[in-house]
């Protein structure tokens, strides 16, 4: 135990400068190698990868819903202006709309590219549940959580190499790498904390999140439940400690918005 503490401990005092020392699933700490650069970097590799591939990801043309984007980015922009995002003024925070009616999923890459489908917004019936989901995927970014998990899967030897300027083929195919990775279950569950913070100080319900888990609940999760249910509790356990953030930190808005949620989603493809 002792040597392995020692090594984190060197391979951390190596990554000064590049990177920081973060928590993993297990609790134990272990270095993130790569700066705030190499987020947006990464982020901006994972888009063109997105963007390359519109069988897989069919992005819906902004000039062609300009309504939808400019009503989904309304959201983002409150998130961003709570004064909670710790890198609201460095990560993009680009928002795109993928038309797949079948997924209830979104995901953010490093450096703030934001992805959300059409299945999951009307599945949704609320601005504050979609508000809370966004939150939820965007604290992935803000708390660096892709490149924490890339730092565990490259492994310490390759780590070291990477610090020393060796092995740079291994970050060769990085765009395609960031879209397959899972998160640990800490990781999901300060994703969870940071949605409540984040709309917190906005008007909407701060447990919005937790109406989406409600829903999952009583219709059943079945074959369209999110990839980033994988590492969580259940859908329970979520709702009861999304609640218990939004009682703690003594959260007061309460608008959900439902009318014109309605009508984004019927300005949505069919």
């Given at each position: 135990?002792?040597?392995?503490?020692?090594?984190?401990?060197?391979?951390?005092?190596?990554?000064?400068?590049m990177g920081s020392c973060s928590a993993?699933?297990?609790?134990?700490?272990?270095p993130n190698i790569f700066s705030l650069e190499d987020d947006?970097?990464?982020?901006?590799?994972?888009?063109?990868?997105?963007?390359?591939?519109?069988a897989?990801?069919?992005?819906?043309?902004?000039?062609?819903?300009p309504a939808s984007y400019a009503y989904i980015e309304k959201i983002r922009n409150k998130i961003l202006n709570s004064g909670q995002v710790f890198y609201k003024d460095k990560f993009a925070w680009e928002i795109k709309?993928?038309?797949?009616?079948?997924?209830l999923n979104a995901f953010c890459t490093p450096g703030g590219y934001i992805y959300v489908y059409t299945g999951l917004i009307k599945f949704l019936d609320h601005e504050s549940e979609l508000?809370?989901?966004?939150?939820?995927?965007?604290?992935?970014?803000?708390?660096?959580?892709?490149?924490?998990?890339l730092t565990q899967q490259l492994g310490l030897s390759t780590l070291l190499d990477i610090v020393l300027g060796k092995n740079q083929g291994a970050l060769s195919n990085i765009g395609q790498t960031l879209l397959s990775l899972s998160f640990s279950r800490n990781q999901e569950s300060e994703a969870d904390d940071y949605s409540v913070m984040y709309l917190c100080p906005t008007d909407?319900?701060?447990?919005?999140?937790?109406?989406?888990f409600d829903k999952l609940i009583s219709q059943g999760s079945s074959g369209g439940t999110p990839t980033f249910l994988s590492t969580h509790p259940g859908p329970e356990d979520r709702v009861t400690k999304i609640n218990s953030k939004r009682n703690d930190l003594g959260c007061?808005?309460?608008n959900n918005y439902d009318a014109d949620y309605s009508n984004f989603k019927a300005g949505l493809p069919n």
């Open positions: 135990m002792r040597t392995s503490i020692l090594f984190c401990g060197a391979l951390c005092a190596l990554a000064i400068g993993d699933g297990s609790g134990d700490f272990t947006i970097n990464f982020g901006r590799q994972a888009d063109s990868a997105i963007m390359a591939n519109p897989e990801y069919p992005v819906l043309n902004r000039a062609q819903f709309i993928i038309r797949d009616d079948n997924t508000a809370g989901v966004l939150g939820h995927e965007m604290a992935h970014a803000d708390r660096r959580h892709s490149t924490d998990q909407y319900s701060a447990n919005g999140a937790a109406g989406f007061t808005g309460s």
